[in-house]
């Protein structure tokens, strides 16, 4: 009448049971690539690098040399330190502005999939009008009344990004609110925010995370255009929209001023859809089991 | 019986590369169906005999790697050019899925999917072909026909349903029907309904079918002759009622007494299986069934037995140690 | 009306309906369910897909609102009880499910799921915890040394059941609802499962009831068994007593539709008995009728009541087959 499966022997001898799982050369690049915008952001101030905001008005447009690596731009600054300190601000906007979409737009999802009723009803609408609002009549507004600012810009495009995570959140949620561990544990007698939290909240978050990379790079690239219109962070600060935007004027003379940033950007946002696209495929636990 | 063989699987093997190495689902698997006979392949899950119908009908998964030969009807299928394997398929050879809810396309009306592949496949016009569509939806007990055409896969129940892949199987009248775990998606009560619906159409048709299932009981009444299937290869094959006679591999009959009887009393301990059948990744040396058995000993767990002749004309099995005739009956 | 004169029923379940929306339309899942489960007692449920067996298991733990009825357990009535007090009864009652790699948590470790019972019923000291996993995932057949770091997709249909049924027992709970737990598993491993529900069963007392649409499955544990048609009960009795004489002409259907695994038995060219109506508008009378070849205009007005057809056996039909 033993039944008994005491021994998982068999599986112990098996035992590298997650296979490294190959990620290819492209993602390690992407990786890499990352790292180093990171990096050099962070330690811009250590690094050797001239102001990005000293003008040389000897210098402008100065070509490639062992002083200005990259050159100089139209009012002579130095185009490495204007890149460098160019990704700062791509990268706090990038990373600060999702941040607050995942945060209050995954709450909102999960709060609206789990309880389901007039609450989800009114959270989805209220999405809906956020969405339909153009987005540029908003930053304008927004800019015109409390003026051009860093944080100011991050909090528009944060707002922004909430009905998108909103969805993801809650169609992760719809669908894992009726498996049956979530069954179980109410028939344990778990509090709703223990459901929320323990059962829930780790299966939801890797897709978001996930989500959260894409948007990432979207936030970069609608920065960089604001900047560009002269929305985003206020001159002399540099970013990466700007000094492409700066760089246009100098198209015939010197195209580099308005290529090397957009190629910066090119990266760092492929980088970060390359990044985002191989983690949600790596979202399903069950993945590596065959 | 050699003379009428329809179908005859020779040395069959199917691997897959998968990432925790090489999974053989299919392990030198020799079968034969004779024109008009039925042959019942029982296993549990895992134990390759989807994926050997999928060979059958070369349906495999892009990756699997197939050897071996499949003979239908004086040619190999396995080597045969994409068109006219096409046309061999719902033409001579045809299948019936598990799960009608995915083998029905849900945006397409029955009469639509009934008509198209009777047109693809035999020369008729609209007319004809959808008579033709009505009569068969009639026969496998479809009531209403006529309306049932204009309606959708969803407005369906899943009896309905598998009525109507059965009926869209049966439209070209093909030699061979594969019925893929037909039943395991229905009702006890249904499940009798459509395993008579098959049973008579094979019948009247002359059609010889392979029915794949995990339940013993759906097999026994029903076939000429029945495979267990075991980690990937035959572990035992022979005449219906030969088999349930006399099972001579430990793994049949176990399987046998592992199920409840309606005749048992309540609370009586059943005979399971311990265990868990092996990792069809990494293949055990000896027997795949050696470490769930109890008759193992010596070379099981060294060699693997090939399939041997039992006394009873048409009974093969592969094991060293077969149960004795008269000894060990069912549990 | 008193279906087994138990002196102290476990669960007593009175007059239960249960209906639910469905886009727009109302599915009459548990129409006047009256049942008892005795201490100790395993009663099985049978029944086809959509026959209400699975809402009324649920709706016994008000995971499904009732509409009207009452489920009495061990004296106390669920249906009114809410928030604290019904989370401490529920504690009493677990529920083990068909799927059981859907019913784990893909992304927490078996220790966790295991131990998660115990941290909601507020067992505070980890190493009692860890001590209780031990002991139950010991008991299920499990190793607990080799088991509880690892994640579920690590694990077979019938060792995630094994540890479902831990989690289950981990409370010590005195009633134990098995919604269908062997029906996703292989004949080999369902043996193994059974058995150790049967053995499970005496080690922690328990009183089950074990829902499922296999009968051999159902008769193989039950004590008594009853039948669900469209969410009425059909028929209810001691389960050898109501397999060697079934009253109702659906469980008589029922017995016979299951394929022996005999070839001597050839299988009877069954009468075309059609399909079991939508629970949206099922018929007038006795719901049975449109599949019975016994019904007749009466079955058409008249609901049948359960009646005694045999001691301990009930059937409601008006023309039982004893």
């Given amino acids: 009448m033993a039944t008994l499966e005491l021994g998982l022997e068999e599986d112990v001898s098996a035992a590298p049971v997650r296979p490294a799982r190959r990620l290819g050369a492209l993602f390690r690049l992407a990786i890499g690539w990352m790292m180093l915008v990171f990096a050099v952001a962070i330690l811009a101030d250590m690094l050797p690098l001239p102001s990005p905001t000293d003008m040389d008005m000897l210098e402008k447009r100065a070509p490639f040399s062992f002083e200005h690596w990259l050159g100089t731009d139209g009012f002579g600054r130095d185009e490495l330190a204007r890149l460098v300190y160019g990704a700062r601000v791509s990268l706090v906007v990038g990373l600060c502005a999702p941040v607050i979409g995942l945060t209050i737009g995954g709450a909102l999802g999960m709060l609206a999939g789990y309880f389901r009723g007039r609450f989800e009803t009114f959270v989805v609408g209220s999405m809906d009008v956020l969405l339909a609002f153009p987005p540029l009549v908003l930053a304008l507004a927004v800019t015109a009344y409390l003026g051009q600012s860093i944080f100011n810009l991050t909090c528009i495009l944060g707002v922004l990004g909430i009905p998108a995570f909103m969805r993801v959140a809650r169609a992760a949620t719809l669908s894992l609110a009726r498996r049956e561990f979530v069954i179980a544990a109410q028939a344990l007698g778990a509090t709703h925010a223990r459901i929320l939290l323990r059962e829930l909240l780790p299966n939801v978050l890797l897709p978001l995370l996930a989500y959260f990379l894409l948007v990432v790079a979207v936030t970069i690239v609608v920065e960089s255009a604001l900047s560009f219109l002269g929305l985003g962070v206020p001159p002399p600060v540099p970013s990466w929209g700007s000094m492409i935007g700066e760089g246009r004027e100098s198209l015939d003379v010197a195209p580099r001023l308005a290529f090397i940033p957009a190629i910066a950007m090119f990266l760092t946002v492929l980088s970060f859809n390359l990044v985002g696209d191989t983690m949600r495929a790596l979202t399903d636990p069950r993945q590596g089991a065959l | 019986m050699s003379s009428g063989v329809l179908l005859s699987v020779e040395d069959v093997v199917v691997d897959l590369p998968t990432p925790r190495g090489n999974l053989r689902a299919v392990d030198h698997v020799d079968l034969a169906v004779g024109a008009g006979r039925t042959l019942g392949i029982v296993g549990e899950s895992g134990c390759g005999k989807t994926m050997l119908s999928r060979a059958i009908l070369q349906l495999l998964p892009r990756k699997a790697r197939p050897s071996g030969r499949v003979m239908f009807d004086g040619q190999d299928l396995l080597r045969l050019p994409a068109e006219k394997l096409r046309r061999l398929r719902g033409r001579s050879l045809a299948v019936v899925f598990q799960d009608p809810m995915t083998s029905l396309n849900p945006v397409l009306t029955i009469g639509t999917q009934l008509i198209e592949t009777i047109r693809e496949h035999l020369e008729l016009d609209l007319a004809e072909a959808r008579q033709r569509g009505v009569d068969l939806l009639a026969a496998v007990g479809i009531p209403a026909p006529e309306q049932r055409l204009e309606q959708y896969p969803h407005q369906l129940s899943g009896g309905m349903r598998q009525r109507v892949a059965i009926a869209i199987a049966l439209s070209c009248e093909p030699k061979l029907l594969i019925a893929d775990e037909p039943t395991t998606a229905l009702d006890v009560t249904i499940q009798a309904q459509i395993l008579d619906l098959l049973a008579r159409e094979q019948r009247r048709r002359h059609m010889a079918m392979i029915i794949i299932t995990h339940d013993l009981g759906v097999v026994a009444g029903r076939t000429d002759e029945v495979a267990v299937m075991y980690a990937g290869r035959v572990v035992e094959r022979a005449p219906t009622s030969a088999l349930f006679k006399q099972m001579r591999m430990p793994y049949t009959e176990a399987l046998l007494a592992a199920l409840p009887k309606l005749d048992a009393a309540p609370h009586t301990p059943l005979p399971a299986i311990s265990g868990r059948p092996p990792d069809p990744t990494r293949p055990l040396k000896g027997c795949s069934f050696a470490p769930r058995c109890r008759y193992a000993a010596g070379r099981c767990n060294t060699e693997k037995p090939s399939l041997s002749r039992a006394e009873t004309p048409g009974h093969l099995y592969a094991c060293f140690h077969p149960i004795e005739t008269g000894a060990g009956a069912v549990a | ?322």
């Fill in chain 3, 1 to 322: 009306m008193m279906l087994q004169a138990a002196p102290d029923p476990l669960l007593r379940v009175e007059n239960l309906v249960v209906e639910y929306a469905v886009g727009g339309k109302t599915v009459h899942a548990v129409s006047d369910v009256s049942i008892e489960i005795a201490r100790g007692e395993t009663l099985g449920l049978v029944g086809e897909s959509g026959c209400g067996k699975s809402t009324l298991g649920r709706a016994v733990l008000q995971l499904r609102p009732a509409v009207s009825g009452k489920v009495l357990f061990d004296g106390h009535d669920l249906t009114t009880m809410q928030g604290e007090a019904l989370r401490r009864m529920r504690r009493r009652v677990q529920l083990i499910f068909q799927d059981p790699i859907a019913s784990l948590n893909p992304r927490r470790r078996i220790g966790d799921i295991v131990a998660e019972p115990l941290v909601i019923s507020g067992v505070k000291d980890p190493g009692r915890r860890s001590q209780l996993v031990h002991d139950v995932l010991s008991a299920v057949g499990l190793d607990p040394a080799l088991v509880i770091g690892r994640l579920p997709h690590e694990f077979s249909g019938g060792q995630c059941q094994r540890i479902c049924i831990a989690r289950a027992l981990v409370l010590n709970p005195d009633f134990v609802i098995c919604d269908e737990p062997v029906s996703a598993l292989d004949v080999s491993i369902r043996a193994q499962i059974l058995n150790l529900l049967e053995e499970m069963k005496a080690r922690y007392g328990l009183t089950l009831l074990f829902i499922a649409h296999d009968l051999a499955v159902v008769k193989a544990v039950s004590d008594r068994v009853a039948v669900m048609y469209l969410g009425r009960l059909c028929e209810v009795g001691p389960s050898e007593q109501l397999f060697a004489r079934p009253a109702h002409p659906y469980t008589a259907l029922l017995i016979d539709a299951i394929p022996v695994p005999d070839p001597d038995i050839r299988p009877a060219e069954t009468v075309p008995v059609g399909e079991p109506p939508s629970p949206i508008a099922p018929p007038s009378g006795c719901r049975f009728r449109t599949r019975c070849p016994r019904a007749d205009a009466r079955c058409a007005n008249e609901v049948p009541e359960l009646r005694a057809v045999a001691p301990g056996q009930f059937a409601a039909c008006h023309h039982p087959l004893v």
